[in-house]
């Protein structure tokens, strides 16, 4: 099976990045976590800060590159109707992850674009909500 991770603005910065809200750990060891945790999942992992380039990566893994998609948009997720476009458009299914919860933050993050177009949303269980998320497209394919 083939999951691919991608990561919007500012989740490059994991680990330094507002650490009371987004925790004290980076996404790279994180993600080697996942890595042994599923061996027999192949984790494709990518992150930009740029809308488009989101975008062109969900057309490029969306129509039979990955058997589905863990999206953290970031910022994206309250402003992108380019964003749910695309997922819209692709065939793979796609979950909306956030770090934190964003429903207990300001009130310009309590709504999503995405989400109406995603599988599912979870959030605010830290990066575990990433690992969530896989669960559900590793159960959801058996």
């Known amino acids: 099976m083939n999951i691919t991770i991608i990561n919007g603005p500012n989740l490059n910065l994991l680990g330094?990045?507002?650490?009371?809200?987004?925790?004290?750990?980076?996404?790279?060891?994180?993600?080697?976590?996942?890595?042994?945790?599923?061996p027999q999942v192949d984790i494709a992992y990518f992150q930009s800060n740029h809308e488009g380039d989101i975008i062109?990566?969900?057309?490029?893994?969306?129509?039979?590159?990955?058997?589905?998609?863990?999206?953290?948009?970031?910022?994206?997720?309250?402003t992108s109707l380019a964003i749910a476009d695309a997922i819209s458009a692709i065939n793979a299914p796609v979950i909306e992850v956030h770090i934190s919860n964003v429903h207990a933050r300001e009130e310009v993050r309590h709504h999503s674009m995405i989400s109406g177009v995603c599988r599912g949303v979870i959030a605010g269980f830290g990066l575990d909500?990433?690992?969530?998320?896989?669960?559900?497209?590793?159960?959801?394919?058996?």
């Open 56 to 78: 062109d990566k969900l057309h490029e893994v969306g129509f039979g590159a990955t058997d589905g998609v863990v999206l953290n948009a970031g910022a994206y997720t309250h």
């Open 129 to 142: 909500s990433y690992r969530l998320a896989l669960e559900h497209l590793l159960n959801s394919r058996q």
């Open 16 to 38: 330094v990045r507002e650490p009371g809200i987004y925790g004290s750990r980076g996404f790279d060891s994180y993600l080697e976590e996942l890595r042994k945790l599923y």
